[in-house]
């Protein structure tokens, strides 16, 4: 069977663009506020749901690999990212081989949030 409704995304994208044409101009300048961060959480979603979870494995393979855990393939990221954590408290890269290597991962754990939490700063390069 084909599926010819809109899909969570493009539900998102409908809700945002109709909020941003229709409601967000008429929004009181007391409650602007208010409605742009329902603007922004919308767009935030949107991305989120459109970026899916094609990065995750291999974030989370990086972090497996930073930590010891290679074979855990199917260990998912939100699992890992608290033992990385932990493995950070216990000083296990406190030498500055393993130092280099960890700030690899966590920059490249820091552009994944930022495509979907605030890409305009991820374009600007800061």
Do not use: H, Y
């Not at 922004?40 to 094609?54: C, M, Q, S, V």
């Not at 494995?57 to 990212?81: C, D, R």
């Amino acid at each position: 069977m084909i599926n010819d409704e809109p899909d969570a995304r493009d539900l998102v994208a409908i809700a945002l663009s109709s909020f941003r044409d229709s409601i967000l101009p008429l929004v009181p300048a007391e409650q602007r506020f208010t409605a742009l961060m329902i603007a922004n959480a919308l767009a935030t979603a949107e991305r989120e749901l459109a970026a899916g979870d094609k990065a995750e494995p291999a974030l989370a393979a990086a972090v497996g690999g930073l930590i010891g855990e290679e074979g855990a393939l199917s260990v998912p990221l939100a699992v890992l990212v608290p033992r990385l954590c932990a493995a950070i408290t216990d000083g296990r890269f406190d030498a500055a081989g393993p130092q280099a290597a960890l700030r690899r991962v966590l920059f490249d754990l820091t552009r994944a949030r930022l495509a979907v939490s605030n890409p305009k700063l991820l374009a600007a390069g800061r």
